[in-house]
């Protein structure tokens, strides 16, 4: 056994993750897995649930955001093994509309899909996790910043970070740790379809511009976040975030421009 299998701990332990057979979810839960992490997932497309190849897993298709397809995981995750170590909440989702163009509709979509099946989750997980664990919501840095366009989704992303803390808090004397991953931009199929290749992002030199890092975040630069939060190297962790983002976060609004180097504007030259 290696140092961080021992370390880690995670071996014959039982994570259940909300959206886990494609994109970010597929990435998560097949590097759980590698580390011995035995997976109970629903997911909606049923054809990348058929696709997972976890040996030692429970695969529902439904949807995370109908309370009682998830109660009925956690119940049979419950009956197969006896016990739940992690949860990990990947289910998200938006669409690119100014605020005033939205609808009540809208709202309650985004906060369906967003904010509420996290609550219903972390609801059943906690009286689950006798024995302490851990809780992992995927997040983003829209959380962190403003984003025109996405004002709700945002503002369910910050509710869901700040419902992290609070419950870190109230649930820490039993041993449970609640922390975000908030990556910023992982281009996954998703991902792609809402930019549809018109945003500077989709170009080398916007990218160097963007990211401090100088490259886009890749599915597994978001999954060893959520290993390490779901491990016991993270046993004193709680109520916090992890950016995997390339710098973006820190940066806050400063930019490498070509030719000019950095600056928090727009060069004048750029502007001509």
Not at 48 to 59: E, I
Not at 60 to 88: C, I, Q, S
Not at 154 to 161: N, S
Request: hydrophobic share 45%; aromatic share 6%; charged share 20%.
């Amino acid at each position: 056994m290696g140092w961080f299998e021992e370390r880690g701990g995670l071996a014959g332990t039982v994570a259940l993750v909300t959206g886990g057979a494609g994109g970010l979810g597929r990435a998560i839960a097949t590097d759980l897995a590698a580390n011995g992490v035995r997976l109970a997932i629903i997911d909606r497309d049923r054809e990348a649930l058929d696709d997972l190849r976890h040996t030692d897993s429970l695969r529902h298709h439904g949807d995370a955001r109908d309370p009682d397809a998830l109660a009925a995981l956690f119940k049979a995750t419950e009956e197969r093994w006896g016990r739940l170590d992690t949860l990990v909440n990947v289910v998200g989702g938006t669409f690119r509309a100014p605020f005033l163009d939205t609808t009540p509709k809208g709202w309650d979509a985004l906060l369906r899909t967003n904010l509420l099946h996290v609550l219903h989750a972390c609801a059943l997980a906690v009286p689950r996790m006798r024995a302490g664990g851990s809780i992992v919501n995927i997040t983003t840095i829209e959380a962190h910043r403003a984003a025109p366009g996405f004002a709700v989704y945002a503002a369910a992303k910050a509710a869901v970070e700040q419902f992290a803390r609070t419950l870190a808090v109230e649930v820490a004397p039993n041993g449970i740790r609640v922390n975000n991953v908030a990556p910023d931009f992982v281009p996954t199929p998703r991902l792609a379809a809402l930019s549809a290749g018109d945003d500077a992002l989709s170009d080398p030199v916007g990218v160097r511009a963007a990211i401090p890092m100088g490259r886009v975040g890749g599915v597994t630069d978001v999954s060893g976040c959520v290993v390490f939060l779901a491990s016991a190297l993270s046993g004193f962790l709680t109520g916090t975030t992890l950016h995997p983002d390339g710098g973006t976060h820190a940066s806050a609004g400063w930019f490498n421009w070509p030719d000019s180097g950095w600056a928090n504007h727009v060069p004048l030259d750029h502007l001509r």
